[in-house]
């Protein structure tokens, strides 16, 4: 059985709750005294339906450091990435604002957006009383970076944790579908073109034969495609 291998780093401030929304989707324990592992990358097994098909992920999935002076590390992080989980406080309007204002720039700096799965995470949807940036605010946030995602989660209660990672896995496959229909169909282009530059050459090839057959037996030809008798 093979599996496709894809990197995935959540990406925002510390205390948005990168490590718990990990943690949750491994299957571990969410207090924050037992998240130790800031930094990391954890591997997961992941079974999509795509396209009535079964289809074999493992998602490699990156917690990168949310405090400033881990900044300047990140691109051990973003090296090869394939999809990118922008994740916010939505209970904190400047874990919001610095995805904006500082992670969003400096990703700019070091990869091309375009080229990529993005996803605008707002954690922390079971806090609703608190809530600080609503859900309008992260949509427009996520019109503005293009990105394919948006999803509100609760790592305390589990809520949308697989939901984000399945969604990613999908677009993952959508896209990589895509590129293989953008390139297969060039191919069927191309060697259509091959095909009819062939036959083009070989009905020259037999006008010109019958042009040479018609004019030796003294035969009038109109265009060298029809023959008048």
């Given amino acids: 059985m093979s599996f496709n291998t894809i990197k995935v780093v959540l ?15 491994l299957g571990k324990k969410t207090e924050e005294q ?10 997961k097994k992941l079974k999509i339906k795509y396209n ?7 998602l490699e999935i990156w917690d990168s450091a949310g405090k400033e002076e881990f900044k300047s590390v990140n691109n051990i992080y973003l090296n090869n990435v394939e999809i990118l989980v922008f994740v916010y406080d939505s209970t904190n309007s400047k874990s919001f604002n610095d995805l904006k204002e500082i ?19 707002a954690n922390k949807s079971d ?7 609503q859900i309008e605010e992260g949509e427009k946030f996520q019109n503005d970076i293009k990105a394919e995602i ?18 990613c896995g999908k677009f993952y496959l959508k896209n990589k579908n895509v590129n293989k229909n953008e390139t297969y169909i060039e191919d069927k282009d191309n060697l259509e073109n ?13 006008n010109n034969n019958k042009k040479t057959d018609k004019d030796e037996n003294n035969t009038i030809s109109c265009c060298g495609k029809c023959y008048i008798f």
């Avoid at 401030?13 to 943690?23: D, F, H, P």
């Avoid at 009535?52 to 493992?58: K, P, R, T």
């Avoid at 806090?127 to 940036?133: I, P, Q």
């Avoid at 989660?153 to 809520?159: F, H, K, N, P, V």
């Fill in 194 to 206: 091959d095909n009819k530059n062939n036959n083009n050459k070989e009905i020259n090839s037999i």
């Fill in 127 to 133: 806090l609703y009383e608190k809530k600080e940036v």
């Fill in 52 to 58: 009535s098909n079964e289809e074999n992920l493992i």
């Fill in 34 to 43: 037992n998240l130790n592992f800031i930094g990391d990358k954890f591997n």
């Fill in 11 to 25: 990406i925002g401030n510390s205390n948005v709750g990168k490590s718990s929304i990990i943690n949750q989707f």
């Fill in 103 to 121: 992670w969003l720039p400096l990703v700019k700096k070091k990869l091309d957006l375009d080229k990529i799965i993005k996803c605008v995470c």
């Fill in 150 to 167: 948006f999803v509100e989660t609760s790592a305390l209660d589990y809520e949308s944790v697989e939901e984000l990672f399945v969604k």
